[in-house]
């Protein structure tokens, strides 16, 4: 086979086959569409095929297609490349052959080589090193990007898209920010909200920041006011420090978003003047760090499983998505979930998080759910599981209060999202959502107002 010149020429010959064109746009993310195409392209030119031999080869020939895959294999791995990337190469050939419904049902053996002995380049960063990255970077926004990903665990494409319509986070997805008169949060530890098209699963979830992560994003934001600009809950919370397409992209509403890479880059520059010699950190490390601390906050009993993979943005099981975590929150349980995220903050903040007492933050989470101070004193020493405990049955007194008598007889009525199924079993009618914890339904027909 004789392919084009360069790795762009032959991109765009793949393309105009109609079943790889087809194969791209079924995937879930463009950015995953663009990295599976990339090693297709690898794969048809290291083994000399194009995509119709390739799926002739699979169809007719599955014997000489496993020598090919297995020779690749060798081949890759000789000049240097590990056995992940070489892995991932034909997880995305036998994606495209499944696509087109000729995918073996084998994947070759990948065994690791010397040049997966690089283990200290998968090392976690400790928590002075995160402190050194956040000090190493240029500015406040990058500031605020490194202390954001060191505790909440999201990815640095949810900061702003790649590919596909530009996007990212907005103001509005800190739950707890506030701007007038002046930017603070109102509450503490900080929720933050993924929203779906922002999350590789594609389920939208909460999680958290610390408390030097917002300081960070107050002291970014004030910063940007001074320059003149206005701030909504529509804003950008990352935006370019200049324009070019390079490093700005245009959503649909005008709003100018930092390109991820852009961003990425500036942060990868501070990551590398911290890491030790021979270790390799990416702004991806950030994410198995507040993996590896929420693992350890699991172990000494201060997070649930569920939880620790929900804050992380992970898939949950069928039951934990269908009934719990999966469903639309109360205001009561982003309570709770901010009550769990703030056990675990000794462990992710940067700093240890220890200039806050746990009774004060215990306090402090009770008021942020409206329980005042007599009650709180009522409940005698703090501590977080008891706190959980309490905004359970706030939560479960709000559900019973609002249950459907035999005597009510108001035509329309606010009741608690939680009630809705019980109320539609009597036979009145979904109205809509008033807000994120109560809904509108109206009496059936023939009920007495």
Known sequence: MTTPGTAKEHTALLLRDPDIATWIKDRARPGTGITQLEHLRIFLERTNLDSAALIQLSKENERKLRNVVLDFVREEQARGLRAKYVGNIWWSVRSFLRSVGSAPNWNPSVQE??????AMSRMVPTHQQVRQIAGAVKSARDRMVVLILASSGIRIGTFATQNGSADGLRLKNLVDLRLDPEPHFEKYPPILRIPPFLSKGK????????????????????????????LSEETPLVVPDHRGTRVSRKSKDGQSFIVRKSLASRIQIAMDTVAPKGVRWTPHTLRAWVSTQLEAAEDRGLVSRTRREYFLGHALGSVDSAYNLGRALSADKIEELRA???????SLSSAGEQSTSVTEQCQALLLAAEFDEESIASLG???????????????????????????????????????????????????????????????PEGVTL
Do not use: M
């Open 203 to 230: 389920s939208g979830y909460y999680t958290g920041i610390s408390s030097d992560a917002a300081e960070a994003t107050v002291t970014y934001l004030k910063e940007r006011q001074r320059r003149g600009e206005r």
């Open 340 to 346: 769990s995220y703030a056990k675990c903050l000794p």
């Open 113 to 118: 080589t010397e040049a997966d002995e690089e």
């Open 381 to 443: 020493p703090l501590n977080f599981d008891l706190v959980i405990s309490e905004l359970r049955k706030k939560q479960e007194a709000i559900d019973k209060a609002t249950e459907p008598s035999s005597t009510d007889s108001a035509r329309q009525k606010v009741v608690s999202v939680h009630a809705v199924e019980a109320w539609i079993a009597k036979g009145w009618r979904y109205l809509g959502p008033l807000n994120g914890t109560k809904s509108v339904i109206e009496a």
